[in-house]
């Protein structure tokens, strides 16, 4: 564990990445603490400019963009850590079960994950709000549906490279059951690359969650998460351009910040998964 | 003649392939003796090992222990008796677990008490030579020997009657054999227990073994006592294959045979004596007829349509084998 740290800290973009991850995570924990109201409308301040009282100014209601940017960051970490978690357990467990199990079990899995990938993110996720009806939790179920497959293929690829382990069988000889073969044995030495595709699917969920927030099927107002911010900011552009700056700023700084940090994890447990999109 | 540990009849493991890696092998192993397994690779040996063990389905034929067949008794139970100990004894253990934990898990499986146990896992550790710091580290920090032993500990936690050693010697220097094959030889003694060594090492089964099986392309060519099998091989697969080996006795003379070619695929056995292909003394018979076993000489047997058999001649030329090793 500290080795895995000391690793991604030597890099010099992983450290880059780690600090401003943190400093994101941070800011979305204390967010209460660190900055007022999101939701106090100051109708006589509106499209306000940075200044001491707003540091990022205000938006078309007057309300406080520093606060609601962070409480926006709030949303997406909330959404990036449930999608994540979801699809990590979810994937796992299918993979596994591909990987581990009799034909049977394989195929069905195999043709799920194979549906869900053929789809296009964004495209698959509108299709399915356009069934499940808009709001976060919908959201975080739907994105969680579309990276799942990486999480299972990898397990499943994983466990196929480990099937015949020579530790596995020795296992077997003792007199252990198939449960815990896979608990104990296989899940503890396919969780690097898991780890690995999970802290890079982090940014792509984040930058989901805000796309499909700006489209309104996300977040839902008076909600602050980046999506919605930057989707007022864009209606209000004549008037002042601070919000998309400052929300912009934020999706970019906060994606880039989990790419990074997700890119010098994988190098530090395992450079063989460096792969091309 | 008492209950063989484990019979072995009529045992076939096919392969998709379909490859036949053991094809109708029947043997005994009677309690406390050392039987050997050899053969080239691709032999079946290993097959023949896993296959005892359950970690293959028999195709056909059936693996007995105790009498018993071995799809008919309890699963734990039957872990108990027999324990194999892999050809790579490193890449057996399981990577993410300290070797202390390696040596608990045969306790945890059978739901035995650790701290009950433990002072004769401890006792073992010592009887097998690995000192008590090798608790703490991982399987990838050990040395290749330690982790032989230390796959033979774990074997050996279950204090099972039956320890299977697949290549026990392989990949270890020269002298560390010399020490592994002694501590295999202690352990017996100890336990009580009763071994089958799979090696393609002739001069490892010439040292530990009292019997030996020869294997040929999944077929079970020859059986005999080691001293019997050494001096007299009947079968000229056995009697190529020894005469392979380093020579003890200089004054010794043996039939020179060295086979032609490589073994043939087990996809495609050749039909008739598996071995007819590479056989210096092929005859017709050979080619169309599958030899069965026949007996040559007290406990030792063969299929072979023309087996070597000792003239009196050779017969005093070879008698003081066990000497010299």
């Known amino acids: ?277 | 003649m008492p209950l063989p540990l484990v019979a072995i009849r009529n045992l076939s493991v096919v392969f998709p392939g379909p490859l036949r890696a053991v094809d109708d092998v029947s043997l005994d192993i009677a309690a406390g003796e050392t039987l050997g397994v050899v053969g080239e690779s691709g032999s079946g040996k290993s097959t023949l090992a896993k296959t005892i063990v359950d970690l293959h389905r028999p195709t056909s034929g059936q693996v007995m222990f105790e009498g018993q067949s071995s799809q008919a008794f309890d699963r734990l139970w039957f872990r108990r008796q027999a324990q194999l100990v892999f050809q790579d004894a490193a890449s057996s253990l399981s990577p993410r677990l300290t070797v202390r934990q390696l040596l608990e898990e045969p306790l945890r499986i059978h739901g035995l008490a650790i701290g009950e146990h433990w002072a004769g896992v401890r006792g073992l550790l010592g009887a097998i030579g690995l000192p008590a710091q090798v608790l703490d580290k991982y399987p990838h920090q050990v040395s290749g020997g330690q982790a032989r032993r230390i796959a033979i500990a774990r074997a050996l936690v279950l204090k099972p009657r039956l320890l299977i050693a697949d290549e026990p010697t392989a990949g270890l220097d020269v002298s560390i054999q010399g020490d592994l094959l002694n501590l295999l030889r202690g352990l017996q003694q100890s336990f009580g227990l009763t071994y089958l060594i799979v090696s393609h090492n002739l001069n490892v089964i010439r040292r530990v073994t009292d019997r030996v099986a020869v294997m040929y392309l999944g077929k079970l060519v020859e059986i005999g006592s080691t001293k019997s099998l050494f001096s007299r091989p009947a079968h000229p697969y056995a009697a190529a294959l020894i005469a392979a080996g380093p020579v003890i006795d200089p004054l010794r003379r043996r039939p020179r045979i060295v086979l032609r070619g490589e073994i043939p695929s087990p996809l495609r056995p050749p039909p008739g004596c598996r071995f007819h292909t590479r056989c210096h003394f092929v005859r017709d018979r050979c080619r169309v007829e599958v030899p069965p076993m026949a007996r040559i000489a007290e406990g030792h047997e063969t299929a072979c349509h023309f087996p070597f058999v000792a003239s009196s001649e050779e017969g005093s030329d070879a008698a003081p084998l066990g000497a010299g090793v």
């Open chain 1, 1 to 277: 564990m500290s080795t895995i740290f000391s690793h991604i800290w030597r890099s010099s973009t992983g450290r880059f990445g780690l600090i401003l991850a943190v400093a994101i995570i941070g800011s979305a924990a204390f967010a209460p603490w660190l900055a007022g109201d999101p939701n106090r409308i100051d109708v006589f301040n509106r499209f306000a400019g940075p200044s001491w009282q707003h540091w990022m100014g205000t938006d078309h209601l007057g309300r406080d963009l520093f606060s609601r940017i962070l409480h926006g960051a709030r949303i997406a970490m909330e959404v990036a850590a449930a999608v994540t978690a979801i699809a990590l357990s979810l994937g796992t467990v299918l993979g596994v079960a591909a990987g581990y199990g009799p034909r049977q079990v394989e195929r069905p899995i195999l043709i799920l994950f194979d549906i869900l990938y053929s789809f296009p993110n964004l495209i698959f996720a509108l299709a399915l709000v356009a069934i499940l009806g808009p709001g976060l939790d919908n959201v975080v179920i739907i994105v969680a549906m579309t990276v799942m497959p990486h999480f299972g293929r990898i397990a499943r690829a994983q466990v196929l490279r480990l099937k015949h382990a020579p530790f596995l069988e020795a296992e077997r000889v003792l007199g252990a059951s198939t449960a815990r073969i896979v608990f104990r044995h296989v899940i503890p030495n396919i969780a690097g690359p898991l780890i690995v595709v999970a802290g890079m699917e982090v940014p792509a969920v984040i930058t989901i969650e805000a796309g499909l927030s700006f489209l309104g099927l996300g977040a839902r107002p008076p909600l602050a998460s980046w999506g919605t911010l930057l989707h007022d900011g864009y209606t209000y552009l004549s008037q002042s351009g601070w919000p998309v700056f400052f929300a912009g700023m934020m999706l970019t700084t906060a994606t880039l910040a989990f790419t990074l940090f997700g890119e010098a994890l994988r190098d530090a447990i395992d450079p063989r998964l460096r792969m091309d999109p």
